[in-house]
T-cell receptor, first 113, second 117 residues
């Protein structure tokens, strides 16, 4: 079965700092990749997704992620974080177009003003 | 975007009682819905896939007799936690794909926090 690893459980940054959250998955076949965000007290929202094509995908709120197939990675990046980016971020993988998603354990990002 | 609601948002019940949680797709029809469980500081774990008009598909290790799922209509799935115990206390989240051609693009409900005393 596939698994998803997120390397950092907690990240603390100051505003305007750059962000990179790691995500690795363990599956050698075709995958669809997602990053979700969960703001305090709110439901999961899709940040961005990769299905095929350009491995650099751009999402909402200035986030982007790069799919590196050789490294089984899909890291999330943002050049300059804001206080409002404080949230929990989840990486998720879908295998072969089936409906189920496998989630990583999440990374809690705290941005100090 | 698509909206998925859950009711109640939080519930406290006594050990041994049953609790029903509803998941509704508000602006689309969903033949499939998913139920997840999220423990504090941990990831979402898929519990089961709810299928409209047929039996739910449970993930390994999830007791189907304890977590009863009913998908009575194209916009409603319910999860009933039967004979709840304190270890069932958790955050339960449902999701649904809006596009049948992209079942992995799921929209999530706000979650239901269950506390069993």
């Amino acid at each position: 079965a596939q698994s998803v690893s997120q390397h950092n459980h907690h990240v603390i940054l100051s505003e305007a700092a750059s962000l990179e959250l790691g995500c690795n998955y363990s599956y050698g076949g075709t995958v669809n990749l997602f990053w979700y965000v969960q703001y305090p007290g709110q439901h999961l929202q899709l940040l961005l997704k990769y299905f095929s094509g350009d491995p650099l995908v751009k999402g909402i709120k200035g986030f982007e992620a790069e799919f590196i197939k050789s490294k089984f990675s899909f890291n999330l990046r943002k050049p300059s974080v804001q206080w409002s980016d404080t949230a929990e971020y989840f990486c998720a993988v879908n295998v072969g177009g089936y409906s189920t998603l496998t989630f990583g354990k999440g990374t809690m990002l705290l941005v100090s003003p | 975007g698509a909206v998925v609601s859950q009711h109640p948002s939080w519930v406290i019940c006594k050990s041994g009682t049953s609790v029903k949680i509803e998941c509704r797709s508000l602006d689309f029809q969903a033949t499939t819905m998913f139920w997840y469980r999220q423990f504090p500081k941990q990831s979402l774990m898929l519990m089961a896939t709810s299928n409209e008009g047929s039996k739910a598909t449970y993930e390994q290790g999830v007791e189907k007799d304890k977590f009863l799922i009913n998908h009575a209509s194209l916009t409603l799935s319910t999860l009933t936690v039967t004979s709840a115990h304190p270890e069932d206390s958790s955050f339960y989240i449902c999701s649904a794909p809006r596009d049948r051609g992209a079942p992995y693009e799921q929209y999530f409900g706000p979650g239901t926090r269950l506390t069993v005393t």
